[in-house]
């Protein structure tokens, strides 16, 4: 789910950061820039794990500000294509499902990939799927698990002008990346449905356990 990703940067140190250790200021600065940020084929980054170099810092013109060229390694969200995660519901559309990870909810998982015979209810504003006659709600702020299908990314270049199915110019730019998921196997879904079915299965187990003793 997580990897490190190593990139090279020409930073600029502010006179105010000067009293701190060259490697905090040099970690502050790149965290500012880079946390929370999507890098086009990376990933979502999260913060720095370490410094591998560092030159020595030239004092620009005029600026006050210390240029340092650096190579660094980067913790980075980047899941791979069949991996399992864990999630929470964040809202729920007639399009699919939006889940939350706690630190990025740039996660969709389409209709098509919930559980067959899965309908939205415009009314509770949930997907449910019916099992077999059994309503089960994938209700908000509920804990699950979900497969990575597939990655999004947009390209965000001022250039490139984004415009709605009604060819209207759209003037907030959506996210950059996002990643598809599914919730159609065994196992997927919100936790809750298969952790009362392990139940119901261990209880079967002893009940056949205490037979097997009472006929001897």
Not at 158 to 186: C, F, H, Y
């Amino acid at each position: 789910m997580f990897i490190l990703s190593t990139i090279q940067d020409l930073i600029q140190v502010k006179p105010q950061d000067f009293n701190k250790p060259s490697a905090q200021a040099i970690k502050d600065v790149v965290n500012e820039k880079y946390s929370n940020k999507i890098i086009p084929g990376i990933g979502l980054c999260i913060c720095m794990w370490d410094l591998l170099s560092a030159t020595e810092g030239l004092i620009g013109h005029g600026t006050g500000l210390v240029n340092v060229k650096i190579e660094f390694r980067m913790s980075v969200f980047r899941p791979f294509r069949g991996e399992i995660i864990y999630g929470r519901i964040k809202t729920s559309n007639p399009d699919g499902i939006i889940l939350d990870l706690d630190f990025t909810s740039e996660v969709f998982i389409p209709y098509q990939n919930l559980f067959e015979n899965s309908s939205f209810s415009a009314a509770e504003n949930v997907w449910v799927w019916n099992s077999d006659g059994t309503e089960l709600f994938l209700d908000k702020g509920e804990p699950v698990l979900f497969r990575v299908e597939q990655e999004e990314w947009i390209d965000q270049r001022p250039t490139i002008v984004q415009k709605d199915e009604k060819g209207e110019i759209i003037e907030e730019r959506g996210t950059a990346w996002r990643l598809v998921g599914s919730m159609n196997q065994a196992g997927l879904g919100p936790t809750l449905w298969w952790g009362e079915q392990e139940e119901e299965g261990e209880e079967g187990e002893d009940g056949d356990v205490e037979m097997a003793g009472a006929e001897e």
